[in-house]
T-cell receptor, first 111, second 111 residues
Framework: TQLLEQSPQFLSIQEGENLTVYCNSS?????LQWYRQEPGEGPVLLVT?????EVKKLKRLTFQFGDARKDSSLHITAAQPGDTGLYLC???????????FGSGTKLNVKP | NAGVTQTPKFRVLKTGQSMTLLCAQD?????MYWYRQDPGMGLRLIHY???????AKGEVPDGYNVSRLKKQNFLLGLESAAPSQTSVYFC??????????FGSGTRLTVV
């Protein structure tokens, strides 16, 4: 059973479209991170959100942490082919600095 | 600045064989982790270490052992490989348990 559920699992869109990826759990997390992973490489950290309700922007990417600290979303505006990759969310448990990863959303942006 | 280096990058083992995966980091990070990534499962924590000489079990530790004799190195051992251990293995490190830096992975096939 996955502690963090990501949806959708797969997303294929045209360049210029907007999209939102969701990360949901029944557990509360002290912080939540988003990573992007390209084929043959390890995940690369995009952002960490810590406060419930927090919104962070990274160029065309907007990240939000749910008020109850159980869920998060990633919104991409005007997607580009360079955004293609596997997007992973990871929640930090309260017991120790361990992160639990979701199964990921595979995004393909077609030119 | 190499970051996190994993060796080897690829390996094929026969069932019952043993091997050691090496992870080296040059960032003076205290925490190190071993994850496995399987399709549809995301990243699952195998073992982790909070400092030189310490190790602890993660979510899926069975069949694996680890050692952290030097701060910069974290070794993952498979004593008797099984086909269920076919996976991509990622090592990560962090300074204070929050911002992870991942290696580029080791793709292991057990036949």
């Amino acid at each position: 059973t996955q502690l963090l559920e990501q949806s959708p699992q797969f997303l294929s869109i045209q360049e210029g479209e907007n999209l939102t990826v969701y990360c949901n759990s029944s557990s509360v997390f002290s912080s939540l991170q988003w990573y992007r992973q390209e084929p043959g490489e390890g995940p690369v950290l995009l952002v960490t959100v810590v406060t419930g309700g927090e919104v962070k922007k990274l160029k065309r990417l907007t990240f939000q942490f749910g008020d109850a600290r159980k869920d998060s979303s990633l919104h991409i505006t005007a997607a580009q082919p360079g955004d293609t990759g596997l997007y992973l969310c990871a929640g930090e448990g309260y017991n120790f600095n361990k992160f639990y990863f979701g199964s990921g959303t595979k995004l393909n942006v077609k030119p | 600045n190499a970051g996190v280096t994993q060796t080897p990058k690829f390996r094929v083992l026969k069932t019952g064989q043993s091997m050691t995966l090496l992870c080296a980091q040059d960032m003076n990070h205290e925490y190190m982790y071993w994850y496995r990534q399987d399709p549809g499962m995301g990243l699952r924590l195998i073992h982790y270490s909070v400092g030189e000489g310490t190790t602890a079990k993660g979510e899926v530790p069975d069949g694996y052992n680890v050692s952290r004799l030097k701060k910069q190195n974290f070794l993952l051992g498979l004593e008797s490989a099984a086909p269920s251990q076919t996976s991509v293995y990622f090592c990560a490190s962090s300074l204070q348990g929050r911002s992870y830096t991942f290696g580029s992975g080791t793709r292991l096939t057990v036949v």
